[in-house]
């Protein structure tokens, strides 16, 4: 793509499917010239857009293609495309802005969208730091830290002004964070602020010169970081994530490398055991961990469960393909990641049903390679991400070729 474009205004993973509601800021909308200068059906399909991008991958974002875009404002009828659309293009586009990676993104929808995925960030470490204490171990959340540093610097380029911006939580992990970690603002256009805007689609134009910060809120200023983290972090988390009408969140479980259920072994106050390089133990735990971006231990309660299916006549071969299924269908951000753990996955019953889908092909799961023979490879897409955006899912892979649909009416 051309240099020349933005920065992606949101994060790449910034997947927001589980969140159900999108905020709409009713009085941001009535003033805007979106609402003055339009008519009822531009204003119609630029709502359309903005809801169909609230569940794209990354949020907030539109493939920049002309018939993708008509069809989800519902100018394309019976697989032609309507003529009021021409009339209804401009208007309904208002305020997306076209970037380096090739999409659409608007910068209200992005804005609402960094704040949400923000939040569902902390509420990730939260559950990874309240695990950590609950067990005794060390939790591993320097991915998630990273993530929300990226994102509260994304956020700030689009609106300094956000509260987001402020939470304890935010302001602890970006202080933690060493400064040559934390990434540039996109160079993006000027987008003012949500006290001033004008536009519920928001209009670009350049900064006036005297703007030093947004009116009625405070500055945020990189000093605003400096404030106690450690104090904050051992602070009661009580209230985190109100306010926020538009979602409904609860703590995320990480991978700890823990149960945190009632139906699996605790090993709290356990110490690792010794296993040798050869020990499938230690190849099944090494492997879960390579998928799972986690660090499992290898303690009693976990080596307890794979000898006990290795035992059962199950492969390491079995327990490997029963990973990369889970993997796939337990992708991150999931409300299931949770459970991709050995706890879970080899818990007797579980595996035993895990084992029999793969080999009945009830789910069209594959017990080879975790993306060489994947659904959305066999659909012709490159990512799962693109497939899942373009309509196509595991169920119906068989009925996508070359990234698209060959059959219209019924299954093959």
């Given at each position: 793509m051309s240099s020349s474009l933005p920065s992606p205004l949101t994060s790449v993973d910034c997947n927001l499917r589980d969140f159900p509601f999108m905020p709409l800021h009713v009085q941001r909308l009535l003033n805007s010239d979106l609402a003055a200068d339009e008519t009822p059906e531009t204003c119609w399909a630029a709502l359309l857009l903005w809801s169909v991008s609230w569940h794209e991958v990354p949020c907030a974002s539109v493939p920049d293609d002309d018939e993708w875009i008509a069809k989800r404002a519902r100018y394309w009828h019976r697989g032609k495309l309507d003529a009021e659309w021409v009339s209804v293009r401009?208007?309904?586009?208002r305020g997306w802005i076209r970037c380096s990676d090739g999409r659409l993104y608007h910068p209200v929808v992005a804005e609402n969208a960094l704040e949400a995925w923000i939040e569902k960030l902390l509420n990730s470490h939260a559950g990874a730091v309240g695990n950590s204490k609950r067990w005794g171990v060390d939790a591993d959340t320097d991915g998630i830290k990273a993530r929300v540093v990226e994102a509260a610097s994304l956020l700030r380029a689009i609106a300094p002004q956000s509260k987001?911006?402020?939470?304890?939580?935010?302001?602890?992990?970006?202080s933690e964070s060493p400064p040559d970690q934390i990434p540039s603002p996109p160079d993006i256009p000027f987008v003012a602020p949500r006290s001033v805007e004008a536009s519920g689609a928001t209009e670009i134009e350049s900064p006036p010169d005297d703007l030093e910060s947004p009116p009625d809120r405070p500055p945020i200023a990189p000093d605003g970081f400096?404030?106690?983290p450690r104090s904050l972090l051992d602070r009661n988390r009580q209230?985190?994530?109100q306010g926020q009408g538009q979602v409904n969140l609860k703590p995320l479980n990480l991978l700890s490398g823990n149960p945190d259920d009632a139906d699996t072994e605790e090993d709290h106050g356990q110490t690792e055991i010794a296993l040798d390089a050869s020990d499938p133990v230690r190849e099944v735990i090494e492997y879960l961990n390579a998928r799972a971006g986690a660090h499992f231990r290898f303690v009693e309660s976990?080596?307890?469960?794979?000898?006990?299916?290795?035992?059962?006549?199950?492969?390491?071969?079995?327990?490997?393909?029963?990973?990369?299924?889970?993997?796939?269908n337990w992708p991150p951000g999931d409300k299931m990641r949770q459970y991709f753990r050995p706890s879970t996955l080899f818990n007797a019953t579980r595996f035993?049903?895990?084992?029999?889908?793969?080999?009945t092909g009830a789910a069209g799961a594959r017990s080879t390679g975790p993306d060489a023979d994947s659904w959305w490879r066999r659909?012709?897409?490159?990512?799962?991400?693109?497939?899942?955006?373009?309509?196509?899912?595991?169920?119906?892979a068989h009925l996508w070729r070359d990234g698209a649909r060959i059959v219209t009416g019924e299954a093959a």
């Amino acid at each position: 793509m051309s240099s020349s474009l933005p920065s992606p205004l949101t994060s790449v993973d910034c997947n927001l499917r589980d969140f159900p509601f999108m905020p709409l800021h009713v009085q941001r909308l009535l003033n805007s010239d979106l609402a003055a200068d339009e008519t009822p059906e531009t204003c119609w399909a630029a709502l359309l857009l903005w809801s169909v991008s609230w569940h794209e991958v990354p949020c907030a974002s539109v493939p920049d293609d002309d018939e993708w875009i008509a069809k989800r404002a519902r100018y394309w009828h019976r697989g032609k495309l309507d003529a009021e659309w021409v009339s209804v293009r401009e208007g309904a586009l208002r305020g997306w802005i076209r970037c380096s990676d090739g999409r659409l993104y608007h910068p209200v929808v992005a804005e609402n969208a960094l704040e949400a995925w923000i939040e569902k960030l902390l509420n990730s470490h939260a559950g990874a730091v309240g695990n950590s204490k609950r067990w005794g171990v060390d939790a591993d959340t320097d991915g998630i830290k990273a993530r929300v540093v990226e994102a509260a610097s994304l956020l700030r380029a689009i609106a300094p002004q956000s509260k987001t911006l402020r939470k304890k939580g935010v302001v602890v992990i970006v202080s933690e964070s060493p400064p040559d970690q934390i990434p540039s603002p996109p160079d993006i256009p000027f987008v003012a602020p949500r006290s001033v805007e004008a536009s519920g689609a928001t209009e670009i134009e350049s900064p006036p010169d005297d703007l030093e910060s947004p009116p009625d809120r405070p500055p945020i200023a990189p000093d605003g970081f400096n404030a106690s983290p450690r104090s904050l972090l051992d602070r009661n988390r009580q209230g985190q994530g109100q306010g926020q009408g538009q979602v409904n969140l609860k703590p995320l479980n990480l991978l700890s490398g823990n149960p945190d259920d009632a139906d699996t072994e605790e090993d709290h106050g356990q110490t690792e055991i010794a296993l040798d390089a050869s020990d499938p133990v230690r190849e099944v735990i090494e492997y879960l961990n390579a998928r799972a971006g986690a660090h499992f231990r290898f303690v009693e309660s976990n080596a307890r469960l794979i000898r006990g299916r290795l035992k059962e006549g199950c492969s390491v071969a079995d327990m490997k393909a029963v990973i990369d299924a889970q993997n796939r269908n337990w992708p991150p951000g999931d409300k299931m990641r949770q459970y991709f753990r050995p706890s879970t996955l080899f818990n007797a019953t579980r595996f035993e049903q895990y084992l029999g889908v793969l080999k009945t092909g009830a789910a069209g799961a594959r017990s080879t390679g975790p993306d060489a023979d994947s659904w959305w490879r066999r659909a012709g897409f490159e990512f799962e991400y693109e497939a899942i955006n373009a309509g196509c899912s595991e169920k119906y892979a068989h009925l996508w070729r070359d990234g698209a649909r060959i059959v219209t009416g019924e299954a093959a």
